[in-house]
């Protein structure tokens, strides 16, 4: 995914950085390194935060910043760093710290999460809580994301909730659940010798969707998310709450610009797929900069 990223200028000494931070050799497991060996979270997560930031300066260099950011799960770390909160070496270091230690929590129990579309709100929870799965993803548009014991997760395959499609996801375990509890120890340890500074911008929480001012407060929040469910659709309201009219999705980009599309009416968006887009996206920013969503924090 970051091959045709690397002809950027700019990018492969931004990902040199970043594979510097994370102990990990990311150029070459975003170009070379096969499906098996990204899907490890200890890999994965460190490579999906080094390249939204890395897309990030290529889109933002020399032209005004964002108004809003918001990141989904493990991409709230890359948008604490561009709210200016983290710096970009202590985001990917904890990433890679966050990463390491839900690998091995997933390890420890089977678990696995699955994509529930469609069906009755109210139906697919109750559906979840009678299994004793967790909503992990709640993410708006008719989608939520089942998490628990990969037995319950059949059981939920097999018998759905009305008109809705469950869809095994190819993850490690069960993340945003109390079966991550021993990373949320692992990671807090790690943000206690961080300095967190309050966000330059607007900065929305996975939590509750709530726009964060204090630096301490969006570290403890990046901890302990690691076990509680991600709330995307209330970061979309927020969004809309707040006169959002514009969106870009970092690289690798394309599923929040797919859901937007459901939960945020009205809203352009762009995707940076790969480097083609990025003339679009920068003509989104030029359009879109200093939006309402901007000027309601400040």
Known sequence: MLSPWLEVPGVAEHLARSSEAAGLDLVAHGTTSDSETIRDTAVAQPLLTAAALATAAALLDGGPGPDLVAGHSVGELPAAALAGVLSETDAVRLVAVRGAAMARAAAATPTGMSAVLGGDPEEVLARLAELELTPAN????GQVVAAGELDALARLAEEPPTRARVVPLQVAGAFHTRFMAPAVDELARAAASTTAADPAVTLLSNADGAPVTRGAEVLERLVAQV????R???CCEQMLALGVTGLVELAPGGVLTGLARRTLPGVETVALKS?????AARELVRKHAGSPAGQEEK
């Open 138 to 141: 709640v993410n708006g548009g």
């Open 275 to 279: 480097p083609d887009d990025l003339d």
């Open 227 to 230: 076990a509680n469910p991600v």
């Open 232 to 234: 995307w659709d209330l």
